[in-house]
């Protein structure tokens, strides 16, 4: 699933305690009487509730987007042991009726609610927790077995679930579930279970752990929202590192991808201005500069195969997902392979875009064989490339063909006559944030040893300020982001919902743009605006 928000993430905080001959994890396992096995009777495959789950689960499982293991089926259970569990054997996640009822008492929240529950147990399953358990269980009859059964830290579990399941139900769409420690308990109280439990955390332990997660979570989702920015105004170095940190904490095709885009887009700089004339559709997900030594003499060769490697790896994770395809063949054009440039663009970036429905993706795909016909010297064939995606709304294409026509874009317009010059979002210029400029040191992050990201979420009331400093070059950079939705306007009367040509008039054609499987971002000199997949402007950030 894509995503039309700038970040992926939240947080979770049920624990688990199936027993380990089940090879199990529950939720809240509240009884051992009956096993998955027999829970045939009891399934619900035909309700409104039932589906209503099921759509849910299917979006999470689409937004971690990790295809190399087989996705466990869904079931929905009348019996109420576990309220949501996952049955290794069985290779199914189960969420039982009544936890389900007790979610649908969020109401508007009643789907990030399921999400908060699923996502804990998807995670559960693709960070293998159940390894170490179904060792102890099967072999407790030896020394070793008994060893990991006591070492078998099931917080640790709980808490990594929480936290990686977030992580995976903000990317899904369903935003920043804040209330966790409310939900645990209407669970417990719904299911009779006492604060106190022999051999478990007690109910206030989990909230705690719960809401420690949560707040990890959030700075997980700021620093990939800082990532993306950095990439839109070119700051490869910086966020290599941004992106490289958050594969630490969470793999993701997204992720795999935004790397390679920055190494990728870091290499254009090697090109001159005659090698490289068009703008290429790189891709970068907005929705979650190193290099490796490839015995390669050019420094920009390196950065172009290690986009490759990163391009491969998000393939290897969803072979559907058409970004990275697109990705691949921009790089192996920039390498002066045409033929597997034309391959993956036009075999598999197109096909992965109909299966995986990436439509944007599809028309940037064909805008890439157009730069290729074009460096072909088949200028009819790029014009009707061009012609054809400028006509289903691509800006992109729109460039490309006034290049080759040798009609250039408009430049930027410096000032508005009778508009202020200076940019403000909650009533605040970056000037003047700078003055008092404060940050939360619990927030900040050190990346590297010379990159670090902080920020100060009091900000405004409706904006979030991000700072990424690298002590190596002696850089500050700065971003102050609108929250979705934000009714404000920029300095020249441009708010939410304004479409590209509105901007455009406003500020001029920008000299750099970058795509999004959804959308485009148009980076000026100080301020960026963010498009939805109708041209649309959705979120847009000042910078220094």
């Given at each position: 699933m894509r995503k039309h928000s700038l970040a992926l993430v939240i947080g979770m905080l049920v624990l688990c305690a199936a027993h380990a001959q089940e090879r199990s994890f529950g939720t809240l396992h509240l009884a051992q009487k009956t096993k998955p096995s027999s829970l045939s009777g009891s399934r619900l495959t035909d309700s409104s509730g039932y589906r209503k789950a099921l759509n849910v689960y299917n979006k999470l499982v689409q937004a971690?987007?990790?295809?190399?293991?087989?996705?466990?089926?869904?079931?929905?259970?009348?019996?109420?042991?576990?309220?949501?569990?996952?049955?290794?054997?069985?290779?199914?996640?189960?969420?039982?009726?009544?936890?389900?009822?007790?979610?649908?008492?969020?109401?508007?929240?009643?789907?990030?609610?399921?999400?908060?529950?699923?996502?804990?147990?998807?995670?559960?399953?693709?960070?293998?927790?159940?390894?170490?358990?179904?060792?102890?269980?099967?072999?407790?009859?030896?020394p070793i077995g008994l060893k990991l059964d006591s070492l078998l830290d099931g917080a640790a579990n709980e808490?990594?679930?929480?936290?990686?399941?977030?992580?995976?139900?903000?990317?899904?769409?369903?935003?920043?579930?804040?209330?966790?420690?409310?939900?645990?308990?209407?669970?417990?109280?719904?299911?009779?279970?006492?604060?106190?439990?022999?051999?478990?955390?007690?109910?206030?332990?989990?909230?705690a752990l719960g809401q420690r997660s949560a707040e990890k979570l959030k700075r997980l989702v700021e620093l990939f929202d800082m990532a993306n920015l950095l990439t839109a105004i070119g700051k490869y170095p910086e966020a290599y590192e941004c992106y490289r940190y958050l594969l630490m904490q969470y793999q993701s095709r997204e992720i795999y991808n935004n790397l390679g885009v920055t190494a990728l887009l870091d290499a254009l700089r090697y090109f001159s201005g005659s090698e490289l004339k068009f703008r290429i559709p790189v891709q970068l997900d907005l929705e979650s500069t190193g290099s490796r030594n490839l015995g390669l003499i050019n420094p920009r060769d390196q950065m172009l195969?290690?986009?490759?490697?990163?391009?491969?790896?998000?393939?290897?994770?969803?072979?559907n997902y058409a970004p990275a395809y697109l990705n691949k063949a921009c790089a192996y054009m920039l390498l002066g392979d045409a033929g597997r440039a034309r391959f993956y663009a036009g075999t598999e970036a197109i096909e992965a875009a109909k299966k995986g429905g990436y439509p944007k993706t599809e028309t940037d795909a064909a805008i890439?064989?157009?730069?290729?016909?074009?460096?072909?010297?088949?200028?009819?064939?790029?014009?009707?490339?061009?012609?054809?995606?400028?006509?289903?709304?691509?800006?992109?294409?729109?460039?490309?063909?006034?290049?080759?026509?040798?009609?250039?874009?408009?430049?930027?317009?410096?000032?508005?006559?009778?508009?202020?010059?200076?940019?403000?979002?909650?009533?605040?210029?970056?000037?003047?944030?700078?003055?008092?400029?404060?940050?939360?040191?619990?927030?900040?992050?050190?990346?590297?040893?010379?990159?670090?990201?902080?920020?100060?979420?009091?900000?405004?009331?409706?904006?979030?300020?991000?700072?990424?400093?690298?002590?190596?070059?002696?850089?500050?950079?700065?971003?102050?982001?609108?929250?979705?939705?934000?009714?404000?306007?920029?300095?020249?009367?441009?708010?939410l919902g304004s479409d590209r040509s509105a901007i455009v008039k406003a500020y001029g054609e920008p000299s750099r743009t970058v795509e999004t499987p959804l959308g485009q971002i148009m980076a000026y000199q100080k301020i960026l605006f963010i498009l939805d997949p109708k041209?649309?402007?959705?979120r847009w950030a000042n910078f220094q």
């Open positions: 971690r987007g990790d295809f190399r293991f087989p996705v466990p089926a869904f079931l929905m259970t009348r019996e109420e042991n576990r309220v949501a569990g996952i049955n290794y054997d069985q290779l199914e996640i189960i969420l039982e009726e009544k936890a389900y009822k007790v979610c649908a008492t969020y109401g508007a929240q009643s789907d990030a609610a399921m999400a908060f529950l699923l996502g804990h147990e998807l995670t559960h399953y693709y960070e293998k927790h159940a390894w170490r358990r179904g060792f102890a269980a099967d072999y407790r009859d030896l808490t990594e679930a929480d936290y990686l399941g977030g992580f995976l139900a903000y990317s899904a769409g369903y935003g920043l579930f804040d209330k966790g420690a409310d939900l645990m308990q209407k669970l417990y109280t719904a299911y009779g279970i006492p604060p106190e439990l022999p051999g478990y955390p007690s109910l206030s332990d989990r909230q195969n290690q986009a490759i490697l990163h391009f491969d790896a998000a393939i290897s994770m969803d072979p890439l064989l157009g730069i290729l016909d074009a460096q072909a010297g088949e200028t009819e064939k790029a014009k009707t490339a061009f012609q054809k995606a400028a006509n289903a709304g691509s800006a992109l294409a729109t460039i490309n063909l006034n290049i080759l026509l040798n009609q250039p874009p408009g430049a930027e317009i410096a000032d508005a006559a009778g508009l202020p010059r200076v940019e403000r979002i909650d009533g605040k210029s970056l000037a003047e944030i700078e003055e008092t400029l404060a940050v939360d040191p619990k927030r900040s992050v050190e990346l590297s040893a010379h990159v670090a990201f902080h920020q100060n979420p009091k900000q405004g009331e409706k904006s979030r300020l991000f700072v990424c400093q690298n002590t190596r070059t002696d850089a500050v950079i700065l971003f102050h982001l609108t929250e979705p939705g934000y009714t404000g306007k920029t300095a020249r009367l441009i708010g041209g649309q402007l959705t």
